[in-house]
């Protein structure tokens, strides 16, 4: 897969998949703490450098190579 991902959208991505994963295990009294395993789209995508919506709509925050 092509990387189409890069730098500061990188670490929000796995920042963010991070904080929601994180936020299902300690609010386990919320009836919809399942909705915080969202976070694993983000964080997957962030380990990944790749996003399959950035691809479809023809985004790329990766730097150019020379």
């Given at each position: 897969m092509t990387k189409n991902v890069g730098g500061l959208d990188r670490?929000?991505?796995?920042?963010?998949?991070?904080?929601?994963i994180l936020g299902f295990?300690?609010?386990?009294?919320?009836?919809?703490?399942?909705?915080?395993?969202?976070?694993?789209v983000p964080l997957a995508t962030g380990l990944m450098s790749t996003c399959p919506l950035y691809k479809i709509f023809g985004f790329n925050t990766c730097p150019m190579k020379k």
């Open positions: 670490i929000l991505r796995i920042v963010v998949g991070a904080a929601l295990f300690l609010n386990s009294a919320n009836g919809y703490n399942w909705l915080y395993l969202i976070g694993i």
